[in-house]
């Protein structure tokens, strides 16, 4: 069994990915979700180095990452880009006049899910083949590392064969580490605003309806959406469970 490595308090959704899984023996201490690396000091880069970290995929879009560049030295970062939709959809909206609630707020948020099966689908696929190249202890990360990172995480999850609620388990994990600025959204209303820096269930959920619907489930979305065969799962396993 792998040792566990200390990970380091900022950034605060930094975790191992395997933490939670027990049904199948997925290995730790090679794959890492976070929120963005752009803002650590000498100390925390320090430790995530540490980690052994040779390679990070970064999901954020093009402003995201030239306002955040990551801070770790020498390692090899990816950009799998996909612009953060949902800040667009909403401060538009406001700029009209809506007042939205957590109801609407909720909704587009589904959307957003959705949007990642049905728009994003060939950057994960991308992701998958950067993860299929090698085990080399890897950080995936977007901005707060819940969305589009939680999609990600939940992807190689049920691809390495953890329960359904071993990938919602790791998805709502962001709701206890993950804390939100003093003036985050401030032009929504308090509850409405709290929706954006948290994960619900349901956003996750309509992704997986997304996939049902349009691939008749996760496996038919791995094999045809992600171009996991065979071999590719194989390898995949082989690389990432004990």
Not at 46 to 74: H, M, N, Y
Not at 103 to 118: E, I, K, S
Not at 147 to 172: I, P
């Amino acid at each position: 069994m792998s040792a566990v490595l200390s990970l380091p308090a900022n950034p605060s959704n930094f975790r191992d990915l395997a933490a939670g899984v027990r049904s199948v023996p997925v290995r730790r201490n090679v794959l890492f979700r976070s929120d963005h690396l752009g803002a650590l000091d000498a100390n925390d880069a320090r430790q995530i180095l540490a980690l052994g970290i040779r390679r990070v995929l970064d999901f954020r879009g093009v402003d995201e990452r030239t306002s955040a560049v990551c801070a770790l030295p020498k390692v090899q970062v990816h950009s799998l880009a996909i612009e953060p939709t949902i800040v667009q959809v909403l401060s538009e909206l406001t700029a009209q006049g809506h007042k939205l609630s957590e109801d609407d707020v909720v909704g587009h948020m589904q959307d957003t899910y959705r949007g990642f099966v049905r728009t994003s689908t060939h950057r994960f696929a991308e992701f998958f083949n950067h993860l299929l190249e090698s085990d080399d202890p890897t950080v995936f990360h977007c901005t707060a590392g819940k969305d589009r990172t939680g999609f990600a995480a939940a992807l190689v999850l049920h691809a390495l064969g953890a329960t359904r609620e071993e990938v919602m388990h790791d998805y709502l994990l962001t709701n206890d580490r993950l804390k939100p600025p003093s003036s985050f959204w401030h032009h929504l209303e308090p509850r409405a605003a709290a929706v954006l820096w948290g994960v619900r269930p349901e956003f996750l959920q309509a992704a997986f309806d997304a996939i049902d619907q349009d691939y008749g489930g996760i496996e038919g979305y791995l094999r045809e959406g992600l171009r996991l065969g065979p071999a590719e799962r194989a390898r995949l396993n082989a690389l990432y469970r004990r």
